[in-house]
C-alpha cells in the first residue's frame, strides 16, 4: 500500500535541544512539503522540494531544516532556534509541482516541549 | 493576512440532510481550489477540486461551488451521513516562484468541523 509514513507520532523535546521529524513516502512522488498547524490555524508551509538536493523555503522557515538526499525521504529538523515548536507537524507529497495534482499527507507528528 | 477563510469554526447536521461547509478568499491568483477532510489522529485527504474556470465540480455525495466574483468557494455534501463526521479544510492553489522555478503553492483555511448526527 503506497503513503507516506511520518515518524515519530509523538515527539518532546527539551530546551535548547534540535529533533528531527522523520518523513518517507513511497509514491514515487518528485514534490514533497512540510506544514504545520497550530489550533485554529490552516496549515502552513515550512519547506518544499520538488527534487532530490533541492528544497526552497516556504513561509515560516525560520527555526527548521531540512534535507532530500533520496527521492523518498525528506527529513525537518526542528533547531533551538524554533522558540515555538509546540505544533502538529504534516509531511505531503505530490506527483508534480502544480496544484492541480494532490497532496498526499502523512498522518502528522505532534511535537511538544517538555 | 489570511487569504483563505472558513468562517464557521463548526457546523452540526442531522444525518440525511445537507451540509455546506463554505470558504472565502482574498487573493484573485488563486486558479485551482480543492477540499480536504481530516479524521483525528490521521493526516487531512484529498476530497474534490475545482478549477477557476468552472463553478461546479460533483462527485457522488459531493458536490463543490465556486463563485469567482464574490471569492467564495463551498462544499455541499447530500445526504450526509454520520461517517462524513470530520474537519474540513479548504485549499486554494497558485503558482509561487521558488528557487527559480514555480510550483503550485497552497494555502489552507482554519478547518469547519462538521458533526453529523444520527
Known amino acids: 500500500d503506497g503513503g507516506i509514513t511520518q515518524s515519530p507520532k509523538y515527539l518532546f523535546r527539551k530546551e535548547g535541544q534540535n529533533v528531527t521529524l522523520s518523513c518517507e513516502q513511497n509514491l514515487n512522488h518528485d514534490a514533497m512539503y512540510w506544514y504545520r498547524q497550530d489550533p485554529g490555524q490552516g496549515l502552513r508551509l515550512i519547506y518544499y522540494?520538488?527534487?532530490?538536493?533541492?528544497?526552497q523555503k516556504g513561509d515560516i522557515a525560520e527555526g527548521y531544516s531540512v534535507s532530500r538526499e533520496k527521492k523518498e525521504s525528506f527529513p525537518l529538523t526542528v533547531t533551538s532556534a524554533q522558540k515555538n515548536p509546540t505544533a502538529f507537524y504534516l509531511c505531503a507529497s505530490s506527483m508534480g509541482r502544480s496544484g492541480t495534482q494532490p497532496q498526499h499527507f502523512g498522518d502528522g507528528t505532534r511535537l511538544s516541549i517538555l | 493576512d489570511q487569504q483563505v477563510k472558513q468562517n464557521s469554526p463548526s457546523l452540526s447536521v442531522q444525518e440525511g440532510r445537507i451540509s455546506i461547509l463554505n470558504c472565502d478568499y482574498t487573493?484573485?491568483?488563486?486558479?485551482?481550489f480543492l477540499w480536504y477532510k481530516k479524521y483525528p489522529a490521521e493526516g487531512p485527504t484529498f476530497l474534490i477540486s475545482i478549477s477557476s474556470i468552472k463553478d461546479k465540480n460533483e462527485d457522488g455525495r459531493f458536490t463543490v461551488f465556486l463563485n469567482k466574483s464574490a471569492k467564495h468557494l463551498s462544499l455541499h455534501i447530500v445526504p450526509s451521513q454520520p461517517g462524513d463526521s470530520a474537519v474540513y479544510f479548504c485549499a486554494a492553489s497558485e503558482w509561487a516562484n521558488a528557487g527559480g522555478t514555480s510550483y503550485g503553492k497552497l494555502t489552507f483555511g482554519q478547518g469547519t468541523i462538521l458533526t453529523v448526527h444520527p
Open positions: 522540494s520538488q527534487i532530490v538536493n533541492d528544497f
Open positions: 487573493n484573485s491568483m488563486f486558479d485551482y
